[in-house]
Nanobody, 112 residues
């Protein structure tokens, strides 16, 4: 199983970024996927989940600003982030739900 995140970068507050996660090594379309993030000095926290059927759920702090999506044909999961805030800064990870498997992460830095 391999998960590879990309799309991070530096952006000013109010800006947007789209993160991507390429999955391999398992039957992607049957699995729920999620994004987590870890801010400097803090524990990793859940951000969003998308089920195999496409249902989504978000932590309260990103509702209305972030959108998780998936492309089963390409084995990709995405996180579209908008109206970014400095507190969104951190390393973002994708994971197959309940697998304990993580990608290497991609760094998002939001400056005020």
């Amino acid at each position: 199983v391999q998960l590879v995140e990309s799309g991070g970068g530096s952006v000013q507050a109010g800006g947007s970024l789209k993160l991507s996660c390429a999955a391999s090594g398992f039957i992607f379309k049957f699995n729920a996927m999620a994004w987590y993030r870890q801010a400097p000095g803090k524990e990793r926290e859940w951000v969003a989940t998308i089920t195999s059927g496409g249902s989504t759920n978000y932590t309260d702090s990103v509702k209305g600003r972030f959108t998780i999506s998936r492309d089963n044909a390409r084995r990709m999961v995405y996180l579209q982030m908008g109206s970014l805030k400095p507190e969104d800064t951190g390393v973002y990870y994708c994971t197959r739900v309940q697998s304990g498997i993580w990608g290497q992460g991609t760094l998002v830095t939001v400056s005020s």
